[in-house]
């Protein structure tokens, strides 16, 4: 058994993946294996991969059908048999040789934990690079409540981070915006946080990620938040800083009523805080709603009026 599995859930970009298996290479720590699971529908990556069997404990699986984001995340996952998970998407890499060395020497330390890194978004298409780290009182808060995360994802994307490998949780092919902050939040209830200040990892930024496809779709965003609720517990919302992202999502969507996220496919009962929200914010000026501070003096007497009812 290694420590560590590095697994990758590729599709098609082989550039990105010869990018990310060249940083691996060159790691000085070694107790590890490589799993990637290919949802390409040729043999570019399979082809790759052969190149690296001599440098690489690398595991090749070719997926009979496409499995898809997130499900392909936990294929690669459940043919891991390493203590640690170390998921790494295909357009992301190891910033520098001792990267890997830094999440062993934290896991020798913390028998389970989400262990992450401040990283480096790179942006593709211009090669300009930007810092990303934690705020103090964002990290402070979510030490005491996971589903603050929601309100701002301030330990960033998979690739930043390292979990034990013990099957008690996966990635929710249900979503696609929500599906990082889901799987934080649920493994937060059991496990401590662990953050290491030192950039370990590049993160590709492109316009052709799920992400980027899906941001501000309401088709895709709005039943993701309500079918996440409802996952989560409406007591979520207890704290400020998540009644107050559910206050700006409901006017950043215009949903004035109950039908309004009916028609995007919410499913399931809409709690009366929410359907609140939406009264509330149908009676006032859009231009008041979005100037900021007025906008949250606003929500916080809503939230003082309401928060009994969040149970």
Known sequence: MPLISICIPAYKRTDFLKRLLNSITIQEFADFEVIVTDDSPGNEVEQLCQQYSATLPLQYFKNTAA?????????????????????????DWFRKPEALQKFADAAAEHSSAIIFSAYFDVFLSTNKEKKVMPDGLRFRQLKKESSTLL????????????????????????????????????????DKIVYLPEPLINVGVGDEQVTASVHGAPG?????????????????????????YWWRFIRNFSLYNEAD??????????HPVLKSMMRWQKRLPRKLLMKGFISKIIMATHFLLNRHKLR
Do not use: C
Not at 159 to 168: E, F, Q, T
Not at 225 to 234: A, C, N, V
């Open 67 to 91: 499995l898809g984001t997130p499900e392909n995340w936990n294929q690669a996952i459940r043919k891991a048999k390493g203590e640690w998970i170390k998921l790494m998407h295909d357009d």
């Open 220 to 244: 895709v965003e709005i039943p993701e938040h309500f079918y996440f609720l409802e996952k989560t517990r409406i007591k979520r919302l207890k704290h400020i800083l998540v009644y107050d």
């Open 261 to 270: 996220a009916r028609k995007y496919g919410v499913e399931g009962t809409v």
């Open 151 to 190: 309100s701002r994802n301030i330990i960033g994307p998979p690739s930043v981070l390292m979990h034990r490998n013990d099957g008690r949780h996966w990635y929710d092919k249900k979503l696609k915006w929500l599906v990082d902050v889901d799987m934080y939040i649920r493994r937060l209830e059991d």
